[in-house]
């Protein structure tokens, strides 16, 4: 005799409640309770540009994998930001869920924080996303690149895709980092560096070269000789710093105004 | 202290600006709509954020300011925007609604209790 059921929540003790009219089960016999779905093992995580990592993340990043494909159906899991950086300097774990069933599932978004924060004592930024919504921002979002060029994945992914250049989206991202030239000393070194790094990865993205964590630090260490720990700490000499940082701004809208300008022409003549 | 309060809504003005243009710009790639609602650039403090920040160091802080003041912040707002706005439609943007602007700017000045 089986019965499926489903564990309720109690005020003193969780229970499961069965039919009163049924074949064996009776009152006062022991019975073993076990999930209904057999929980695999995580056999192994796919890395992108990452060598090292310690193993207590390892262990941490394969018990969110559990949580989430409990509570989504999914194609893939990944986790990226700064929670892959060395050490634990990080705030919260930025995490990707590929599905299909997107638009349906995001309530769960809320229990699955919940349950992470239950289990491990982090916070979570969590994205649904499909495939396709993925690989269009790839194809034409610079931070996208940068966000997936350094990520943990439960299975592998390979992304082949055509870059398009979209000024009037570029336009709308280089925006965001108007911000650090009008409110300098308002803002923290987070936000500074969040700003600097969205400037860098928009400059990049339309001179062709490489997006990755790495590669756009390197740029800013040498544009502005400063340290990027020193950024993040909120640590500038204002003057210097601002007056680089209007100079590259400058240079990148001007170079999205002409590619707005191109693309009107084009699509006139088309 | 007048001098003080001028500047802060000078800064309030510039980032209310900034946040208005982001809206109309954003209504003009409809095309990239649902890729736009993917919330994943949760590391940006937005201009509107930062706007509210300014508005409750200006005094009155918890009431709709003057119509005098009003009208000035209203009208500083709408000419920068359109400034903004203009710099593209000349270089061929061609999806942008001056017409949105006096709307979003009420709606902005509203969410900040400006008005």
Redesign the interface.
């Known amino acids: 005799m089986e019965i499926i059921a489903k564990i309720s929540k109690g005020s003193n003790m969780d229970q499961i409640y069965i039919p009163k009219i049924r074949y064996g089960l009776n009152v006062g016999e022991y019975v073993i309770i076990k999930p209904l779905k057999e929980e695999k093992p995580i056999e192994r995580l796919y890395f992108r540009n990452i060598n090292n990592i310690e193993p207590m993340k390892l262990e941490i990043i394969k018990e969110i994998i559990k949580i989430i494909d409990k509570n989504i159906e999914n194609e893939n899991i990944i986790i990226t930001g700064s929670f892959l950086d060395k050490g634990f300097n990080f705030n919260d774990i930025d995490i990707i869920v590929i599905t299909a069933e997107i638009g349906k599932k995001e309530k769960n978004i809320d229990n699955i924080k919940e349950k992470i924060i239950e289990k491990i004592n982090i916070g979570s930024h969590i994205l649904i996303l499909n495939n396709k919504i993925l690989l269009d921002g790839l194809s034409k979002d610079p931070l996208y690149l940068l966000m997936l060029s350094r990520c943990i994945s439960k299975k592998r992914f390979i992304y082949k895709i055509k870059k398009r250049v979209n000024y009037k989206l570029l336009d709308l991202h280089l925006l965001k980092s108007k911000i650090l030239i009008n409110n300098f000393d308002f803002l923290n070194g987070d936000e500074k560096y969040y700003s600097l790094r969205n400037m860098i990865a928009i400059s990049f993205f339309l001179e062709n070269k490489k997006i990755n964590k790495n590669s756009i630090e390197k740029e800013i260490k040498r544009i502005f000789s400063l340290d990027i720990n020193k950024i993040k700490q909120n640590l500038i000499n204002k003057q210097d710093f601002i007056k680089k940082y209007k100079l590259i701004y400058n240079g990148v809208y001007k170079k999205i105004l002409s590619g707005i300008k191109n693309d009107t022409k084009q699509k006139q003549i088309n | 202290m007048t001098q003080n309060r001028n500047k802060l809504i000078d ?1 309030f003005i ?2 209310l600006t ?1 946040s208005v ?2 809206t109309i ?2 209504k ?2 409809k095309e ?1 709509k ?3 609602a ?10 509107l954020e ?1 706007a509210k ?1 300014y508005r409750d160091k200006i005094n009155p802080a918890n009431i709709p300011l003057p119509e005098k003041d009003i009208s000035f912040i209203k009208e500083k707002i709408i000419r920068k925007v359109k400034a903004e706005l203009r ?2 439609i000349s ?4 999806e942008i609604n001056l017409n949105e602007i006096d709307k979003e700017v009420n709606e902005a000045l509203k969410k900040t209790h400006i008005s």
Do not use: M, P
């Open positions: 800064i510039g980032n900034n243009v982001h710009l954003e003009a790639v990239d649902d890729y736009l993917d919330k994943y650039r949760k590391e940006f403090i937005t201009s930062i920040r710099i593209r270089r061929g943007y061609q």
